[in-house]
């Protein structure tokens, strides 16, 4: 039992929708001024200006983050002289008190005898 469909044939006949027709009158005319050519200067600039944009803003990156770090190292190295600088004087006070502390004899012996500026 063999049942066959029937064969239809489709075709389509695709015509161009035709453009309602308007009055020269409703009809709305866009005119461009006619452009001049460009200069040679004016096409270079629209041609390379777009391309050096991303170039400046990497830059302009690239120069902050060097000047942050040489800021950065600057100031440790004027942290590191000023606590070097810091020992120093240090170590000079430690070693005035210590000569202030082995010779207080001296000075007691110089006041007792009396200052060369009482006349009585």
């Known amino acids: 039992m063999s049942s066959a469909l029937p064969r239809v044939r489709l075709s ?8 309602p027709r308007i009055h020269p009158h409703h009809a709305r005319t866009y005119t461009t001024p ?9 096409e270079w600039y629209a041609s390379m200006l777009p391309a050096m944009i991303p ?8 120069y902050m983050a060097l000047h942050l770090v040489q800021t950065r190292l600057a ?7 000023a ?13 005035l008190t210590a000569a202030r502390a082995g010779a207080p004899e001296s000075g007691k012996a110089k006041a007792e005898a009396g200052s060369w500026w009482r006349f009585w």
């Open 12 to 19: 389509l006949h695709l015509r161009p929708h035709p453009r």
């Open 55 to 62: 170039v400046a803003l990497l830059g302009s990156a690239v």
């Open 75 to 81: 100031h440790e190295k004027a942290l590191d002289d």
């Open 83 to 95: 606590r070097a600088q810091l020992r120093v004087l240090e170590a000079e006070v430690d070693a």
């Open 34 to 42: 006619p452009q001049k050519p460009r200069s040679g200067h004016a």
